[in-house]
């Protein structure tokens, strides 16, 4: 064998190791998980927000619900932000300024969340039970940090997709009249428009991953909310904060959370794939 | 002894600290998943090649601070033997104690039907405080009271003749040993309403109180410090005294068990924990022996 051929086979089998490692993941889930939920019926797992598996019940209606609003909340958020950041560093600063704002704002991605978690119970929790009411572990809070959590995957994302746009795209625009703005919003922006999509999807899988900040400044009750601020657990919290002490059927109805949630996160992964796959 | 104090906090470690690419970030939450459900059934301590294998103590996290001292105490005066000290939950220390990944269960609550073949050792008595922000004027709740409060059919400080506000609820998660006494002491068939805030340690439920004025939460009598205030039950102020009479009505007992009748080096450390100078050990850490 070729010394060629070898190299080839090794890189191969690497590959391959670290795509079995996430069928075996799969595989492991689906199997701690599904037995529950066939027991309880898609439907009454899905559907019911009563949760009490020490005592028989498995409904994670609320956490969905939670899940769904926290990530909406940061949505709304931190891509205003984030694509407002991503166009003044590609499109409107001098590159020596550029150089220097991009890696610090990636820098953010590094701290761990549970720092995120720790400021947001020591004074943004506060602040909102002070000057806001309700006991300020809330929806907001969750929102609010997850929102400034998911400000470097927008950015960065989406200054990778504006930077793509060819640059006689610009200066065609320019050289027709339009204004450097006008050239942003008309020609930039829809050619940029996929990549930047996928930004937001990305970062949507982040903020509904995200755990150890959530449970900090959640609150963690299993109401439905009916106002931004109300308690909230979401799918991740429920299953980091009740491992710990579960065992049997409730270990397993922890396990068929993790279903819900792989399955939502796949289905967000996809739909970025195929957005960008498009153009 | 520094190793020793680590090894309780690992768990909260592993918990923390990645800064990956934000892409990898969407597979996490899958991954994080795995690791912390595959660590479950393995809690228990690791055993490596060295003279004496260390004696391994799992469980509770109610107990762990207690244990912890109890074990540097016991290494201190016998230096041979090492005892790593871990949490995980009463549930998790139990299986890791049949499944032999532990030398020593310790439980925050009773043991169930299905676990009365393990060796109970009762250790000591450990109160449940209510506990309010150190400014709220109210002293003393009935047991009907904080039945209701916590069923969610008191909302409200003003139905408790307080200044009006809502009061914010906090209890332990779904299984923790302390929620599992709170629930057999106080709510019986009762369910904890689902409007309450949910922590997962004694240590967040009263930081939490310690900071909201409007703040009601339980933890174990022994962790209460002077940032919170402990309300009387009927009447009755969760003191050694009234927990030693079980006046206190809040009252549950914290257990070793091990799979078979201690024997070699687990017995002579149970000993050590029944012994005068062991329950005393435990006494000045806040709770009651269970020699009396």
Same mark, same amino acid.
């Given at each position: 064998m070729?010394?060629e051929?070898? !190299?080839?086979?090794?890189l191969?089998?690497?590959?391959?190791?670290?795509?079995?490692?996430?069928?075996?993941?799969?595989?492991f889930?689906?199997?701690e $998980?599904?037995?529950?939920i066939?027991?309880?019926? *898609?439907?009454?797992?899905?559907?019911s927000?009563?949760?009490a598996?020490?005592?028989?019940h498995?409904?994670?209606l609320?956490?969905?619900?939670?899940? !769904?609003?926290v990530?909406l909340?940061?949505?709304?958020?931190?891509?205003?932000l984030g694509?407002?950041?991503a166009?003044?560093?590609a499109?409107?600063?001098?590159?020596?300024?550029?150089?220097v704002?991009?890696?610090? *704002?990636?820098?953010?991605?590094?701290?761990p969340s549970?720092?995120?978690g720790?400021? $947001?119970v020591?004074?943004?929790v506060?602040?909102?039970r002070?000057?806001?009411?309700?006991p300020?572990?809330?929806?907001?809070?969750?929102?609010?940090?997850?929102?400034?959590?998911?400000?470097?995957?927008?950015?960065s994302?989406?200054i =990778?997709?504006?930077d793509?746009?060819?640059?006689?795209y610009? =200066?065609g625009?320019i050289?027709?009249?339009?204004? &450097?703005? &006008?050239t942003v919003?008309?020609?930039v922006?829809?050619?940029?428009?996929?990549?930047?999509?996928?930004? !937001?999807?990305?970062?949507m899988?982040?903020?509904?991953?995200?755990?150890?900040a959530?449970?900090?400044?959640?609150?963690?009750?299993?109401?439905?909310p009916?106002?931004i601020? =109300?308690?909230?657990?979401?799918?991740?919290s429920n299953?980091?904060l009740?491992l710990?002490?579960?065992s049997g059927?409730?270990?397993e109805?922890?396990?068929?959370?993790?279903?819900?949630?792989?399955?939502?996160?796949?289905?967000?992964?996809?739909?970025a794939?195929?957005?960008?796959r498009?153009? | %002894?520094?190793?020793l104090s680590?090894?309780g906090?690992?768990?909260?470690?592993?918990?923390?600290a990645?800064?990956?690419?934000?892409r990898?970030?969407?597979?996490l939450?899958?991954?994080?998943?795995l690791?912390?459900?595959?660590?479950?059934?393995?809690a228990?301590?690791?055993?490596?090649?060295?003279?004496?294998?260390?004696?391994?103590?799992a469980g509770?996290?109610s107990?762990?601070?207690?244990?912890e001292k109890l074990?540097?105490?016991? %290494?201190?005066?016998f230096?041979?033997l090492?005892?790593?000290?871990?949490?995980?939950?009463?549930s998790?220390g139990?299986?890791?104690?049949?499944?032999?990944?532990?030398?020593?269960?310790?439980?925050?609550?009773?043991l169930?039907?299905?676990?009365?073949?393990?060796v109970e050792?009762?250790?000591?008595? +450990?109160?449940?405080?209510?506990?309010? @922000?150190?400014?709220?004027?109210?002293?003393?709740?009935s047991? +009907?009271?904080?039945?209701?409060?916590?069923?969610? #059919?008191i909302?409200?400080?003003?139905?408790?003749?307080q200044?009006?506000h809502?009061?914010?609820l906090?209890?332990?998660?779904e299984?923790?040993g302390?929620?599992?006494?709170?629930?057999?002491?106080? %709510?019986?068939k009762?369910?904890?309403t689902p409007?309450?805030l949910?922590?997962?340690s004694?240590?967040s /439920?009263?930081?939490i109180?310690?900071?909201?004025?409007?703040?009601?939460?339980?933890?174990?009598?022994?962790l209460?410090?002077?940032?919170? #205030?402990a309300?009387?039950?009927?009447?009755?102020?969760?003191?050694?005294e009234?927990?030693?009479? @079980?006046?206190y #009505?809040l009252?549950r007992?914290?257990?070793?068990?091990?799979?078979?009748p201690?024997?070699?080096?687990?017995?002579?450390? /149970?000993d050590?924990?029944?012994?005068a #100078?062991?329950q005393s050990?435990?006494?000045q850490e806040?709770?009651v022996?269970?020699?009396?």
């Amino acid at each position: 064998m070729s010394r060629e051929k070898f !190299v080839e086979r090794v890189l191969f089998l690497l590959a391959l190791s670290s795509l079995s490692s996430l069928l075996l993941i799969t595989v492991f889930i689906f199997l701690e $998980g599904m037995p529950l939920i066939i027991e309880t019926g *898609l439907g009454n797992f899905l559907a019911s927000s009563h949760w009490a598996p020490t005592k028989g019940h498995f409904g994670i209606l609320a956490m969905i619900i939670s899940s !769904v609003l926290v990530t909406l909340g940061a949505m709304v958020l931190g891509v205003p932000l984030g694509l407002a950041c991503a166009l003044v560093l590609a499109e409107f600063s001098p590159p020596r300024l550029k150089m220097v704002l991009k890696p610090t *704002l990636e820098l953010l991605a590094g701290i761990p969340s549970v720092v995120y978690g720790f400021l $947001g119970v020591l004074w943004l929790v506060p602040l909102i039970r002070d000057y806001l009411g309700g006991p300020g572990l809330s929806l907001l809070a969750a929102a609010l940090i997850l929102g400034i959590m998911i400000l470097p995957t927008v950015i960065s994302i989406s200054i =990778d997709a504006l930077d793509a746009v060819p640059g006689p795209y610009r =200066d065609g625009s320019i050289a027709l009249g339009a204004t &450097q703005w &006008q050239t942003v919003r008309r020609v930039v922006l829809p050619a940029a428009s996929s990549g930047i999509i996928t930004a !937001v999807i990305l970062a949507m899988g982040r903020a509904i991953g995200e755990t150890m900040a959530v449970i900090m400044v959640a609150g963690n009750a299993l109401k439905i909310p009916t106002s931004i601020l =109300d308690p909230v657990r979401t799918l991740t919290s429920n299953i980091a904060l009740e491992l710990g002490y579960a065992s049997g059927r409730h270990r397993e109805a922890l396990f068929a959370t993790g279903i819900v949630l792989f399955v939502i996160i796949m289905l967000l992964n996809l739909a970025a794939t195929l957005l960008t796959r498009r153009k | %002894m520094e190793y020793l104090s680590g090894t309780g906090r690992l768990k909260t470690r592993c918990v923390q600290a990645w800064g990956l690419h934000p892409r990898l970030m969407v597979f996490l939450p899958v991954l994080a998943l795995l690791c912390g459900l595959v660590m479950l059934p393995a809690a228990g301590c690791g055993r490596e090649a060295s003279q004496q294998p260390p004696l391994c103590v799992a469980g509770s996290t109610s107990v762990q601070p207690f244990a912890e001292k109890l074990a540097e105490v016991y %290494m201190h005066h016998f230096p041979h033997l090492r005892i790593d000290v871990q949490g995980g939950g009463s549930s998790a220390g139990i299986y890791a104690t049949r499944q032999g990944a532990a030398d020593l269960g310790a439980s925050s609550r009773e043991l169930v039907a299905a676990e009365k073949d393990l060796v109970e050792i009762p250790i000591a008595w +450990d109160g449940i405080a209510v506990i309010v @922000h150190a400014a709220n004027p109210l002293t003393n709740l009935s047991l +009907d009271d904080l039945r209701a409060i916590f069923a969610g #059919k008191i909302t409200d400080w003003r139905q408790l003749g307080q200044r009006p506000h809502a009061i914010h609820l906090i209890t332990r998660e779904e299984g923790s040993g302390t929620r599992n006494a709170f629930e057999e002491l106080v %709510m019986g068939k009762v369910e904890i309403t689902p409007a309450a805030l949910v922590q997962d340690s004694n240590g967040s /439920v009263r930081e939490i109180v310690a900071n909201d004025p409007n703040a009601l939460g339980y933890i174990s009598v022994g962790l209460v410090d002077r940032r919170v #205030k402990a309300l009387s039950i009927d009447g009755v102020s969760p003191t050694r005294e009234h927990l030693r009479q @079980h006046s206190y #009505k809040l009252v549950r007992r914290f257990l070793l068990v091990s799979r078979l009748p201690p024997r070699g080096p687990v017995k002579e450390f /149970v000993d050590f924990v029944l012994s005068a #100078k062991g329950q005393s050990l435990l006494e000045q850490e806040g709770l009651v022996g269970i020699a009396e």
